[in-house]
C-alpha cells in the first residue's frame, strides 16, 4: 500500500475535520474527541454534501446540507437513511498521518 | 494490686480484644494466654491465600513473639487447657501447668464439623481450619493428584480454589442445588459455579457423600446416586460449631456456644467468652467483623465500663478467591413485603441484587463487581430511606448526588438555596416547603403559593419534579420532550440546571446532566453551545466545533459546497462606495450571483471557501462587517425612508432601525432575529410580521413583537407604545434579552411568546421597570463580548485552517 503524508494530527480541530484535495475530488480526514483519524470521501451518499463541514460527535459526522448522520468508521448512513460514502486507510505515527494512494489509485483506474 | 487475667485460646477475637485493653487499661492485668496450637496469633482469614501461595505463613503473623514479651504476656503455645476449675479459680493445660486467674475469657472457637461417614477417620481425610491442616494439604497437594472437598460454602471453595492453584484435580461436593446457597441466591450461585468450573474444578451439586472408602488411606467417594469419584486427599468443609466442652464440662451454660449476656460475660461473672465459641441473644457468629466487636465489648467490660454492650450485625460475606468478586450481606429471600432491584450484565458476568423492605435496604448479593459492597452496607446498617435513588441505587454510589442517571437525582441533589424559578426568585427550598406545609398537590397549588413556575413557565418542568420528589406518585408531572436522543432532559430544564448548577462548558454540562452519548450530536451541541453563551457571556469559551458550519466560517453553505456572503448595510442604506467595493469583489473573485435579499442588503453567492477570507479581506476596506445573515442572532432592521424624506413619516425611522442595528448587532440568540422600523401605519418596512417590529406614530414608537412570515404567518401583538427613541430601544433590548434567557435553541420569538404568554412578557417589559433596566443591562453586558467583526478576525489569520486544504496529494501520480 502507498502511504502519502498529509500532514499531522494537530492540524485538524478535535470534533472537526480538514480536507486533502486529490484527482479524484477531495477526502475529508476527521480527528474525533478522542483524537480517532478517519478519511472520507467529501461527499454526502445524500445530495454531495461536503461532509467536512459538519459537527463532528463521537465517531460520527451529520452532513450541513440535510443532517445525514455518517459513520467515519463505516462510511454508512446512519439511522433510517441509507447509503455510503468510501472511506479511504488512514495511518497515524506518532503525529504525522497519512492515508493510502492506491485506494486512490484504484478508483482512478 | 494486679489482677491475673487467663485467656484460653489465642485466635484473632482474643488478640484483637487484648490489644483494646492494653491500650484502655495498661498494666491492668497480668495476662497468660493458653493457645492449643503451638504458635503466636496468626490471621486466620488469610490462610486462603497461604493455600493457594500467594502468602506465606510468616506474612499473616499478627503478633509475633516479641509482641508477648514487650507486653509482659505469658504465652503457653501448643497448651491445651482441660479443666477449668471454677471454685478455686484456676486453669490446667494438658502438660500439666496450673494457672490461677481473676478472669477467665475463654475463646476456644470453633470445631470443623465432620460428616460422620463411614471413612471420616481415614488417612487423608482434613479439615479446614488452622495452619496444621494448610500445611497438610499443602504436602498432599505435591502429589498432585486428586483431592474431593466436600461443602460448597464459603471455606471449601477457598480450600478448592488453593488446592486448584496447586495443581490438584479437584472435585466439589456440594449437598445443595447452588452453591454458597446461605450467603447468594441462585442466579449469583449460578455465576459463581461458572466462574469455579471456568478455573478447572469439577463441581457436583445435589451430591450427597454416602462414604469413602481405600485401603488404610483414602481411595475414592462414593456417592449415594452411585458416583464414584477417585481421590487421594479429602478436605470436608461443610461448617463449623462452637468448641464449647471445656465449658460445659466446668458448667458453665451452654447452649450452641457458651452462652454469654451482652457484655460477653457468662452465667459465671468472672469468666468472659468470646469469638465463635460465644452465643449472644441466641446468635453464633463466624465472620471476624462481629468477632472483633465482641473482643471490644469484653475489653470495655475488663476495664471495668458495664455498660459495653454487643449488638447484633450482620457482615457481608466475601469469597476470598483470586479473580472472583463476590459479595452478600443481609437478608435476600423474597417476601411479599419485600421488592428487589436486580442489574444483570451477561457479557461481564455481573449480578447486582438489593432486596427492599419499606424502601430500606435488607439484603445484597454482588457478584463480578463488589465495589459497591461498602456503600450498601453502609446504607443498610443506617437504614436510610433509599426511595429518592431508587432508580439509581444498583448503579452504585458514583451515580448518586453529582452525576445522576436520572433527571430525577439532578435535582433531588440541588441545594435547597438553588433558585428553580428564575422569575420570581424562587429557590428549592422554598417551593419543597410549601408542598409539604401547605399539602400542595398540584402544580396552579404551587403557583399560586410560592409563584414559582408562574412567569415565565421554564421551570415548569423543575418544580414538577420536586412535586414528585416531595410527594411521591400522588403527582403525576405531563411528560417532558427530550432536547435530543442524548438526553432524558427538556431544553427548559438543562438551561435552569445550567444556571442552577452553574455549568460553564459543554462537557461539564454533558457530566453533570449525565448525557447519554460521550459528546453529544449535531442537535444538541449547538443548543448547549448557545445556552452558555448566553448564560456566562464573559467565562464561556465559545466552542466552535459545536457551531453549525454556517456559524463557523461565517458565511451560508449552498447546495454545492460554496458560500454566500452579506455584508451589514445599516438599516439597508448604502452609497456609491460600497457598491463599488461590492462590485469589485464580483469582479475579482468572479462572483455567479448577486441577489438583493429581502431583508435590505446584497448577497453574494458561489464564493469558493478558500477565497472567503480574501472576498472579507476587500470588503473590509470598503467599511463592510459581517451582516451576519447565517446566524442564530440578529440579522436585520429593514427600514423605510421616515421623516426624513416620506410625506407621510411622523419619526426617522431609517435613523432609529439603523441605532436599533448598531445597539443589537453580533448578539446571538435562540433563533435568527428580523427586525423593522416603519415611519407610518402604512408600514412599508412590513414591521407588522418581523420578531421584533417598530410602527413610528405621532405621539411616539409602537413596539411590536412575535410576527412570522415563514413557515407560518402570523401577524405580531403589540407590546406597548413608549414616547422616545430611546425608551423604544431600551425595550426592545430588553424583550429580546428575556427572549435570549428563556428560549429554547431554535425556537423563534412567535412560539416562545406563545409558550410563555403575551401578558407575562408584557408585565415583565412594559410594566416592571425594574426587570426591564435588568434584561437591558445583562444584554449590554453580553455585547462586550459579542461585538467583535468576525470577518475582520478571520482576515487577520483566526481559524486559518478552516479556509484551506489539509494538503493536495496524488496529482502528480495521477499525471503519470
Known sequence: MNWIAIGTISDIPRRGARCVATPQGKIAVFRTAEDQVFAIDDHCPHKGGPLSQGIVHGAAVTCPLHNWVISLETGKAQGADEGAVRTIPVRVEGERLFIALEALASRAA | ?816
Open chain 2, 1 to 816: 494490686m494486679t489482677e491475673k487475667l487467663v485467656i484460653i485460646g489465642n485466635g484473632m477475637a482474643p488478640g484483637r480484644m487484648l490489644e483494646y485493653l492494653l491500650e484502655q487499661a495498661p498494666g491492668r492485668y497480668q495476662v497468660t494466654i493458653f493457645n492449643a496450637e503451638p504458635r503466636v496469633n496468626y490471621d486466620r482469614i488469610m490462610l486462603s491465600p497461604v493455600l493457594s501461595g500467594e502468602k506465606a505463613y510468616e506474612e499473616i503473623i499478627i503478633h509475633g513473639d516479641g509482641w508477648y514479651i514487650a507486653n509482659g504476656i505469658t504465652l503457653y503455645k501448643g497448651h491445651k487447657i482441660v479443666a477449668i476449675d471454677r471454685a478455686v479459680k484456676t486453669v490446667t493445660s494438658d502438660h500439666g501447668v496450673t494457672e490461677p486467674y481473676d478472669k477467665l475469657v475463654i475463646a476456644t472457637g470453633s470445631v470443623p464439623f465432620i460428616i460422620p461417614v463411614p471413612g471420616h477417620d481415614l488417612p487423608g481425610v482434613l479439615t479446614y481450619r488452622d495452619l496444621d491442616d494448610v500445611q497438610a494439604m499443602l504436602l498432599a497437594a505435591q502429589s498432585r493428584a486428586k483431592a474431593v472437598v466436600i461443602g460448597g460454602g464459603l471455606l471449601g471453595l477457598e480450600a478448592a480454589a488453593g488446592l486448584n492453584s496447586q495443581g490438584m484435580d479437584v472435585t466439589v461436593l456440594h449437598v445443595m442445588p447452588t452453591l454458597m446457597e446461605r450467603q447468594l441466591d441462585p442466579a449469583a450461585g449460578y455465576l459463581l459455579q461458572r466462574a469455579v468450573e471456568q478455573r478447572g474444578i469439577k463441581v457436583i451439586t445435589r451430591a450427597n457423600t454416602q462414604a469413602i472408602t481405600g485401603n488404610g488411606k483414602v481411595e475414592r467417594v462414593e456417592l449415594a446416586d452411585g458416583t464414584v469419584i477417585p481421590a487421594t486427599l479429602v478436605v470436608m468443609a461443610v461448617g463449623i460449631r462452637p468448641n464449647a466442652a471445656l465449658a460445659r464440662e466446668a458448667g458453665i451454660a451452654v447452649n450452641r456456644g457458651i452462652v454469654v449476656d451482652a457484655g460477653m460475660r457468662s452465667n459465671d461473672p468472672d469468666i468472659y467468652a468470646l469469638g465463635e465459641c460465644a452465643e449472644v441473644n441466641g446468635q453464633v457468629y463466624g465472620l471476624v467483623a462481629p468477632l472483633y466487636e465482641m473482643a471490644r465489648v469484653a475489653a470495655s467490660q475488663l476495664d471495668g465500663n458495664e455498660a459495653a454492650a454487643f449488638v447484633h450485625m450482620d457482615t457481608p460475606t466475601k469469597l476470598k478467591v483470586t479473580g472472583i468478586d463476590l459479595f452478600s450481606l443481609g437478608d435476600f429471600a423474597e417476601g411479599e413485603d419485600r421488592q428487589e432491584i436486580v442489574l444483570r450484565d451477561a457479557a461481564a458476568g455481573v449480578y447486582k441484587r438489593l432486596v427492599l423492605k419499606d424502601d430500606r435496604i435488607i439484603g445484597t448479593v454482588l457478584y463480578g463487581e463488589t465495589a459497591d459492597g461498602a456503600w450498601f452496607n453502609d446504607l443498610k446498617k443506617k437504614q436510610t430511606d433509599i426511595s429518592e435513588m431508587r432508580d439509581t441505587l444498583i448503579f452504585g454510589q458514583s451515580y448518586q448526588g453529582g452525576a445522576p442517571l436520572d433527571p430525577m437525582a439532578a435535582v433531588a441533589a440541588l441545594p435547597d438555596d438553588a433558585e428553580i424559578c428564575g422569575c420570581n426568585g424562587v429557590c428549592k427550598g422554598k417551593i419543597t416547603g410549601a408542598i409539604t406545609a401547605k399539602g400542595l398537590t398540584s402544580l396552579d397549588d404551587v403557583r399560586a403559593h410560592t409563584k414559582a413556575s408562574a412567569s415565565c413557565g421554564s421551570c415548569t418542568g423543575l418544580v414538577e419534579k420536586l412535586m414528585v420528589l416531595t410527594i411521591g406518585v400522588k403527582y403525576n408531572p405531563a411528560a417532558v420532550q427530550p432536547m435530543c436522543g442524548c438526553t432524558t432532559l427538556g431544553h427548559d430544564e438543562v438551561r435552569r440546571l445550567i444556571k442552577a448548577k452553574r455549568l460553564k462548558t459543554i462537557p461539564a454540562v454533558m457530566q453533570e446532566l449525565e448525557w447519554k452519548t460521550s459528546c453529544g450530536c449535531a442537535k444538541c451541541r449547538p443548543a448547549l453551545n448557545y445556552y452558555l453563551v448566553c448564560d456566562w457571556p464573559d467565562e464561556y469559551a465559545d466552542d466552535y466545533q459545536s457551531r453549525f458550519i454556517n456559524e463557523r466560517v461565517h458565511a451560508n453553505i449552498q447546495k454545492d459546497g460554496t458560500y454566500s456572503v452579506v455584508p451589514r448595510m445599516w438599516g439597508g442604506v448604502t452609497n456609491a462606495a460600497e457598491l463599488r467595493a461590492i462590485a469589485d469583489v464580483v469582479d475579482k473573485f468572479e462572483i455567479p450571483m448577486v441577489k438583493v435579499t429581502g431583508g435590505q442588503r446584497i448577497d453574494m453567492l458561489g464564493i469558493r471557501k478558500e477565497d472567503l477570507p480574501a472576498v472579507w479581506a476587500d470588503l473590509g476596506q470598503a467599511g463592510f462587517v459581517s451582516g451576519h445573515a447565517y446566524a442564530k442572532g440578529l440579522r436585520t432592521v429593514k427600514t423605510c425612508v421616515g421623516s426624513d424624506w416620506c410625506r407621510f413619516g411622523t419619526q426617522d425611522s431609517t435613523g432609529l432601525g439603523i441605532r436599533i442595528e448598531k445597539f443589537m448587532w453580533g448578539s446571538w440568540t435562540p433563533a435568527k432575529v428580523k427586525m423593522a422600523v416603519s415611519g407610518c401605519p402604512r408600514n412599508c418596512a412590513e414591521a407588522t410580521c418581523k420578531d421584533v417590529g417598530v410602527i413610528c406614530v405621532d405621539s411616539g414608537y409602537e413596539i411590536h413583537f412575535a410576527g412570522a412570515a415563514g413557515l407560518d404567518i402570523k401577524g405580531t401583538e403589540v407590546l406597548g407604545l413608549v414616547k422616545t427613541e430611546d425608551e423604544a430601544l431600551e425595550h426592545i433590548v430588553a424583550l429580546t434579552q428575556m427572549y435570549r434567557e428563556q428560549a429554547r435553541y431554535l425556537e423563534r420569538i412567535y412560539k416562545w411568546a406563545k409558550r410563555v404568554g403575551i401578558a407575562e412578557i408584557k408585565r415583565q417589559i412594559m410594566d416592571d421597570g425594574e426587570k426591564r433596566k435588568a434584561y437591558f443591562d445583562r444584554f449590554v453586558f453580553s455585547q462586550k463580548f459579542a461585538q467583535v467583526d468576525p470577518w475582520s478576525e478571520r482576515v487577520s489569520g483566526k481559524d486559518k485552517h478552516e479556509f484551506r486544504p489539509m494538503a493536495s496529494v496524488g496529482f502528480a501520480q495521477a499525471a503519470e
